[in-house]
């Protein structure tokens, strides 16, 4: 019976009829086409496409669609020729074709060019096109001094290498990885604040003859050569060493090699406990304490002075020594900077720090050009997010999601968050180890004719092209990494305003970059007056004005609260709203409430009152404002900013005076990457309110009045997001114990029509406050079956949650004894994603299978699956009629507590005995033979249920019969 997976909380769908498989209903393929297949599986089909060539690495991930409908993230094959989607989507079964895409959109495996253009003939263009209109430019001027030249310490470099399988890695089929990293020391004595680096996902190995990327495999195979991605982050690791701080820049390429193969999330939690297991080596290192690994490739045991000797060979002028490395870190202050997957990877690391009973203290997270595939939420620590417009891999700037979904109080925490906008870079050029001439790199950015991003010669005779060159973007990475660092850890308060929306530009990169800077400030210097995320009385419109609270992109697949944000008949890619891109793993999650305010003229406005009890600003520096044009606008639109005060006194100016990023569109051509619709902020000093009269005590109300602006049209429209007073401030940074939110998997039987089953949603402890996440069950987005979505609350002292799947069936045999389904929990409040943020339901096929697979045992009927996940952590007990059997007896022995209807499986020790099915009561009864072999004295029988997982046991001992005896 092939059960479908549905719309959590929907109607079940009718069983697809047996005349619409194909060829036949005697065979387990139901439906094939030029190089794809669908496979009748339990619970659902499994969908294959064979590709003519090996996808390229990228931090993207692919997915499959049927008739042009999306099934959700695929399973990659190790040489990345296969991809395949679990499905409940019965209409996959009469599809006409399959086709794949990359999360972010389109199908293109093309990659730009792998040499360099001329630098001279960028510059030229850079100059050709920078904007001349004064004001034109959000920035306020440079900072004092430059965060990769206020250093003046001496340092030592030095690459360590414990071997390619020197670590067990969590959450990826069981494998080993390298333990492998460069270290950047400062010379000084004392302990330095400890900053770590973790690349993204990128060839792991490159073909020494060629040239080019080589993946799919690690160790790297003979003729290929491990590419040193952990190396290409030397501007901001010397930088930083220079003034003061410890940075070592970790290696991730054995995840590289096998995370769209073997990890459930394509690698999160792998990648983030990485980083956490590197700091377990560097405080032992710390505190000289021995420090050895296994590298299972050579079979032997390597000491860190060994894996610094090994260093020695990626980077020969490496001295350092294990004592050397002693009482050189101060662990108070650790800070974690990660590119595009590794950019996950280290929020990961931050939430499954919170989850540790006694966490890390991580003070501050920078992600750069992040994926966000599970839309993860970080609490506790200053957070940064720096997005390159020019992104050819991440292309929908999806790491956008982690500013977005942790800000407004979505933790009870007191931390600055921000995101950078980098305009004219691409994703790769921020390592060097990923930038032509070195060994598989190449531009990301495919388009090379592109205007905008392009760096052919047509593109830089375009007038209006952005691109910056390798040299100056990687001099961009380095300076803000830095700079963040030298500010968060060190109090280096002259590099804060590249970070807190002040618009401040490093010297080095202030002639040449467009760096565009929104940022929230801690709840405790920060009133927020509205986030335009909720309908209010406080906000109203008049005349031509209109004002929606909206959600989300069009297209998708369960049914929204709110009405999408995107204009009726849009055309906008995912790559052109990133505030609204869906999530890889929770595409139908709602995202970024904002209001959408239009207009037909310039008589009314949309007005926010300010409630008498948060009149009184006085004690902020400055009001702002979140705001982008719509897609209605061309070029761009205006509108009049006003505050008033209860007296009537009243201070107004054009945002374009203000900052004309916030009424402007983003820089468009022809490609539907770029157009992007971002919220810009603008500032308005409450100096400047004072000076025009206002009662900073009684500030009343904000107004927004239509105006015409470069379009020259009044007729146009622009979102609105988080309104409030606030005066810079980095905040606490405080790390501390939080509940992470899990999914336990579960195994169900088939059925042969509607029902539904069950599965639990759980905190590892309690929470004083509310706490929200959402459930996504993965692998279907339309058809008769929905991707399953359902927001699930946890109240103040609750821990597990029961939520519904409704199923349906049908009575074909399958190939596979049984199907798992994907699951995974997203966006928590008031909680972090545990390290089972994913899991699975398991379909046994129950009526019979194709070809010789042998069915799986029965797994009963599902009971109340939060007391089966809580009984898992509590074994009981197995009655014996006789605890002291001899080898050859049998022995009555009984459990309880199992599902109606599953296998329970007996062993004595490693021995399997056989198996019973538990009764209706759940109790089971079975007679085991004690093996004649079986060694004398002490053993344990087990007998665990195929469905509930259940264990009981009982401690037995096994004696010799007396001499001339009989039992």
């Given amino acids: 019976m092939a059960a479908g997976l549905l719309l959590l909380g929907a ?26 297949t669908v496979t009748r599986a339990a619970g659902g089909y499994v969908v294959s496409l064979v590709l003519a060539t090996a996808l390229p690495v990228k931090d993207d991930t692919p997915e499959l669609l049927a008739d042009g409908q999306d099934l959700g993230p695929a399973a990659e094959s190790a040489d990345g020729r296969t991809l395949t989607v679990t499905t409940g989507d019965q209409s996959v ?47 306020s001027g440079t900072t004092s001094g430059d965060p990769t030249t206020i250093g003046k ?30 270290i950047y020391l400062p010379t000084a004595g004392g302990a ?15 073909n020494t003859t060629t040239l080019k990327g080589a993946s799919g495999s690690w160790p790297c195979p003979a003729g290929t050569a491990p590419i040193l991605s952990y190396a290409g982050y030397d501007g901001a690791g010397e930088a930083l060493a220079a003034d003061g701080y410890t940075v070592v820049s970790i290696s991730a390429n054995a995840i590289n090699a096998n995370d769209n193969q073997l990890s459930p999330d394509d690698g999160a939690v792998t990648r983030g406990q990485l980083v956490l297991d590197t700091l377990t080596m560097l405080k032992a290192a710390n505190d000289a304490r021995p420090v050895s690994y296994h590298d299972a490739a050579a079979g032997q045991d390597v000491t860190l002075d060994q894996a610094l000797a090994a260093g020695r060979s990626t980077y020969p002028a490496g001295t350092l020594t294990a004592n050397q490395l002693a009482n050189t870190m101060d662990f108070s202050k650790i800070g974690l900077m990660g590119h595009s997957r590794g950019g996950e990877g280290v929020v990961t690391a931050g939430t499954l720090n919170n989850a540790l009973p006694h966490p890390w203290n991580i003070k501050s997270v920078f992600a750069l050009a992040p994926i966000d595939f599970t839309r993860a939420t970080l609490p506790d620590v200053v957070t940064t997010t720096l ?102 850890l060190g109090g280096q308060t002259g590099f804060q305003g590249m970070f807190d929306g002040s618009g401040k530009l490093p010297s080095s990169v202030a002639p040449y970059a467009d760096i565009r800077t929104v940022a929230q400030q801690p709840a405790a210097t920060r009133e927020d007056v509205t986030t335009f995320k909720d309908a209010s009385p406080l906000v109203s419109t008049t ?37 609204w891109t869906p999530a890889a793993f929770a595409p139908n999650v709602p995202l970024n409430p904002m209001t959408h305010v239009a207009w037909t003229g310039t008589a009314g406005g949309l007005s926010v009152t300010i409630p008498p ?20 606008v061309t070029t761009g639109t205006d509108m009049t900013l006003s505050v008033t005060d209860s007296s009537g006194h009243t201070w107004s100016d054009l945002v374009s005076h203000l900052n004309p990023w916030g009424v402007s569109r983003m820089p468009g051509s022809t490609s539907t990457l770029l157009g992007k619709i971002v919220l810009q902020q603008v500032h308005v000093p409450t100096s400047a309110l004072k000076q025009a009269g206002l009662n900073l005590t009684r500030v009343s109300k904000v107004t927004f009045t239509p105006a015409a602006g470069a379009d020259g049209t009044t007729t146009a429209g622009a979102y609105l997001s988080d309104l409030g007073f606030d005066s810079k401030d980095l905040g606490t940074a405080r790390v501390r114990v939080r509940p992470t939110v899990n999914v336990a998997s579960t195994t169900v039987e088939e059925g042969s029509g509607p029902g539904t089953d069950h599965v639990a949603v759980y905190l590892s402890q309690p929470s004083a406050s509310d706490v929200t996440a959402y459930l996504t069950v993965i692998g279907s987005a339309t058809g008769k079956v929905g991707l399953g979505m359902q927001e699930v609350t946890f109240q103040p002292g609750t821990t597990c949650q029961a939520v519904a799947i409704p199923v349906t069936g049908d009575s074909l045999p399958g190939t596979a004894p049984t199907t798992s389904y994907k699951i995974a929990v997203s966006e928590p409040t008031d909680a972090v994603l545990g390290s089972h943020d994913f899991g699975t339901v398991t379909v046994r096929e129950d009526d019979g299978l194709t070809g010789t697979a042998v069915p799986a045992p029965p797994v009963g009927v599902q009971g109340d699956v939060c007391a089966e996940h809580d009984a898992l952590s509590h074994p009981g007990r197995l009655t014996v009629s006789d605890a002291t059997p001899v080898p050859g007896e049998t022995v009555s022995v009984r459990g309880s507590g199992y599902r109606a209807g599953e296998s329970v499986a007996f062993a004595l020790d490693s021995s399997a005995l056989g198996s019973a099915i538990a009764g209706s009561d759940g109790t089971v009864e079975f007679q085991a033979v004690i093996p004649a072999d079986q060694p004398y004295g002490t053993a344990v029988l087990t007998a665990v249920g195929a469905g509930s997982a259940r264990t009981t046991t009982a401690d037995i001992g096994v004696g010799r019969v007396p001499n001339g005896g009989t039992r």
């Fill in 11 to 36: 109607t079940a769908a009718a069983a697809l009829p047996a005349a619409a498989s194909t060829p036949g209903s005697d065979t387990a393929v139901v439906d094939s086409g030029a190089g794809w």
């Fill in 93 to 139: 079964a009469t599809a006409k074709a399959v086709s794949w895409q990359w999360s972010s959109g389109g199908n293109s495996t093309a990659v730009g060019p792998s040499v360099l253009p001329s630098e001279g003939a960028q510059l030229r263009a850079q100059q050709k096109a920078r904007p001349t209109t004064p004001g034109a430019s959000g920035t």
């Fill in 153 to 182: 310490g001496s340092y030592t470099i030095a690459d360590y290498n414990f071997g390619a399988q020197a670590i067990p890695l969590a959450d990826i089929g069981g494998i080993r990885g390298e333990l492998e990293g460069r």
């Fill in 192 to 206: 330095h604040p400890l900053v770590i680096f973790l690349h993204g996902r990128h060839s792991s190995c490159y």
């Fill in 387 to 488: 997005l390159p417009y020019c992104d050819g891999d991440v292309s929908d700037q999806q790491g956008q999601h982690f500013y977005a979904d942790s800000r407004d109080n979505t933790f009870q925490d007191n931390v600055q968050r921000s995101d950078i906008w980098v305009m004219g870079t691409d994703h790769d050029f921020y390592n060097s180890s990923w930038t032509p001439p070195y060994p598989g790199a190449a531009d990301d950015w495919s388009n090379v004719n592109d205007p905008v991003c392009g760096t052919s010669a047509t593109a830089l005779a375009s007038g209006k092209n952005t691109r910056l060159t390798a040299a100056q973007e990687y001099q961009v990475g380095s300076a803000y990494i830095a700079g963040f660092f030298e500010s968060t």
């Fill in 543 to 579: 005349g031509a004005v209109t004002a929606t609270v909206c959600a989300s992109k069009y297209g998708r697949t369960v049914p929204e609260v709110l009405p999408y944000c995107t204009n009726p008949g849009s055309t906008l890619t995912n790559q052109q709203v990133p505030y």
């Fill in 613 to 632: 009890s948060e009149r009184n600003v006085s004690h902020y520096d400055e009001m702002t404002v979140d705001m982008s044009p719509d897609e209605s």
